[in-house]
T-cell receptor, first 109, second 113 residues
């Protein structure tokens, strides 16, 4: 199956800092999504972004499909950004959605 | 809108019993997804529906698992018989259509003893 690698596995920031999370994948994809799970377990689907760039407030994501990676940018981080960020992909040739192991982000006040 | 509503929030059952998890998607949403999250396996997409029709159930782990969507406002995920390794948090999510971000319910924490 397709391999999904997220980096870094853990990240600690001070409030106000910017960060970049990375998702590498091993095959061509037709579906790539970013999710955030807060410390209370609630899941939020942040972006559906198989290619290109999207922005939503302080968050933006870019997927370079030809180079098989996606980046999630968090600007001016807030404590509420803490949690685990997951990347998930679906191979273009057909397969089920596969999740990475996530990046654990902690934003300290 | 109340969002995606899942019930029950918590379920504890004995091995071998039938378990039914329920989901009410957001009104007007045409795609519905069931996910499972465990420490060992992480997040997994089990099945998704478009317009009440199951499109991809390749993530359903075994025949003990079944999902239905009898109408646009209700879906169930059934496990029969349940086993301890089914213990997990099960999430339901819905969206207007594939390709748009989905809204998640709060999840059902299932414990099989």
């Amino acid at each position: 199956g397709i391999q999904v690698e997220q980096s870094p596995p853990d990240l600690i920031l001070q409030e106000g800092a910017n960060s970049t999370l990375r998702c590498n994948f091993s095959d061509s994809v037709n579906n790539l999504q970013w999710f955030h799970q807060n410390p209370w377990g609630q899941l939020i689907n942040l972006f559906y972004i198989p290619s290109g760039t999207k922005q939503n407030g302080r968050l933006s994501a870019t997927t370079v499909a030809t180079e098989r990676y996606s980046l999630l940018y968090i600007s001016s981080s807030q404590t509420t950004d803490s949690g685990v960020y997951f990347c998930a992909v679906e191979r273009a040739s057909g397969s089920r959605l596969t999740f990475g192991e996530g990046t654990q982000l902690t934003v300290n006040p | 809108d109340a969002g995606v509503i899942q019930s029950p929030r918590h379920e504890v059952t004995e091995m071998g019993q039938e378990v039914t998890l329920r989901c009410k998607p957001i009104s007007g949403h045409n795609s519905l997804f069931w996910y499972r999250q465990t420490m060992m396996r992480g997040l997994e997409l089990l099945i998704y529906f478009n317009n009440n029709v199951p499109i991809d159930d390749s993530g359903m782990p075994e025949d003990r698992f079944s999902a239905k969507m009898p109408n646009a406002s209700f879906s169930t995920l059934k496990i029969q018989p349940s086993e301890p390794r089914d213990s997990a948090v099960y999430f339901c999510a819905s969206t207007y259509r594939q390709g748009l971000v989905a809204t998640f319910g709060s999840g059902t924490r299932l414990t099989v003893v």
